[in-house]
């Protein structure tokens, strides 16, 4: 299902295909965490911009509106009118950072419901269900997001415990898939490589998952407390290790420097709240850099927001007209500038193809890796 077109160094051009569609990689999947892109974006929006792939949220949906009526409802591309590629991540990052308290045992995590407190015991098996029902194309494995630091002792349990979690998601996946009723049958299954930032436990926990020949494989557990740099140390450890006829996806990363040089260490896939959380707070990536756009400089500024952007608020407004609609605390100015972020991010990943693909990526890098980074 996943063909490796080419290649330059580490970075790599391919292709995914799912029941909704061909996935042109690198890719960064635009996240509507609640089956909704923050800042009042459609489906038809995500179309216009040139969106490949939707992430939901399995938690999120899960407890609103709740993923057995999602089901009855026809599936999650039915509910949000979305025709492309859907991700759904496993809930297991959200347990993490939403649950104050939580207990993980052998069968999974027991926690409090952010919404109303009720209990809940998520289950890999859970998981799995409940991504079957919203009938996403790729379901992620049900793992352990550790925060780092952590000793090391409980990292190495805490992979092992991952693993075995991964053979549960794996066989009660099969079982769902081969279901009658089942939203999508042909839904894909990616394992999650964990360890924090120990290169051994990394290397262990993704010769382990390797060997179950997924459909894909991703790498969780960063942007969680580590330094840009080992972030980046860990990403070329594990990919020596990762099987290079499946896709990579480096969970919930991130800037646009950070996929740049997660691409040239052969990463496929990304997702980040990033640009649709910094543009609401008026901060939108320019190919010169990242602007505040309520800067008293662009009050009377009457270039596009992007300048040579081609997106569709760049195409009929300003800079002086979106920061008015900030500092008037119009809603529009937050539809505009997460339309504008986003519709960069698939920018950006177009290039990064087109680049690979006429062997030009490593100009394109160090043209990119410092400007796209600064803030003017």
Not at 264 to 291: K, Q, S, Y
């Amino acid at each position: 299902m996943f063909r490796l077109l080419k290649t330059e160094g580490k970075a790599r051009r391919g292709e995914l295909e799912t029941p909704h569609g061909l996935i042109q990689t690198p890719v960064f999947m635009n996240v509507g965490t609640q089956a909704a892109i923050k800042g009042g974006l459609s489906a038809e929006d995500l179309e216009r911009i040139g969106t490949q792939v939707e992430l939901s949220n399995t938690y999120h949906l899960h407890v609103r509106p709740g993923d057995e009526a999602i089901r009855r409802l026809g599936g999650l591309h039915r509910f949000m009118t979305w025709n492309g590629p859907i991700l759904t991540d496993s809930g297991g990052f959200q347990i993490f950072s939403l649950a104050k308290l939580r207990k993980i045992t052998e069968e999974g995590v027991a926690f409090h419901c952010h919404l109303d407190g009720h209990h809940i015991l998520m289950r890999p098996e859970d998981s799995m269900r409940i991504q079957s029902n919203l009938g996403s194309d790729i379901a992620m494995a049900f793992d352990e997001c550790v925060k780092i630091p952590s000793p090391y002792e409980y990292c190495a349990a805490s992979c092992d415990r991952t693993y075995r979690w991964l053979l549960c998601c794996k066989t009660e996946h099969d079982v769902l898939n081969s279901r009658e009723g089942t939203v999508n049958p042909g839904q894909l299954l990616f394992g999650i490589n964990q360890g924090a930032v120990f290169p051994d436990l990394r290397i262990e926990h993704m010769k382990k998952i390797a060997d179950l020949e997924l459909d894909g494989y991703a790498i969780g557990g960063l942007a969680v407390g580590e330094t840009t740099q080992e972030m980046y140390d860990t990403i070329e450890v594990v990919e020596e290790y990762m099987p290079k006829d499946r896709p990579r996806y480096l969970m919930g990363v991130g800037t646009p420097a950070n996929i740049l040089e997660a691409v040239a260490r052969g990463v496929d896939f990304f997702d980040c709240v990033m640009p649709a959380r910094n543009g609401r707070h008026g901060h939108l990536f320019t190919w010169e850099g990242i602007i505040n756009i309520k800067n008293e400089r662009y009050a009377f500024d009457e270039t596009p927001i992007g300048g040579e952007c081609g997106c569709p608020a760049c195409s009929r407004f300003t800079r002086a007209y979106l920061r008015h609609l900030f500092k008037a605390e119009e809603t529009l100015g937050l539809r505009l500038a997460v339309m504008h972020n986003l519709f960069f991010y698939n920018e950006l990943m177009s290039r990064i193809r087109g680049a690979i693909e006429s062997g030009t990526f490593n100009e394109f890098y160090l043209a990119n890796r410092e400007k796209l980074g600064r803030r003017i």
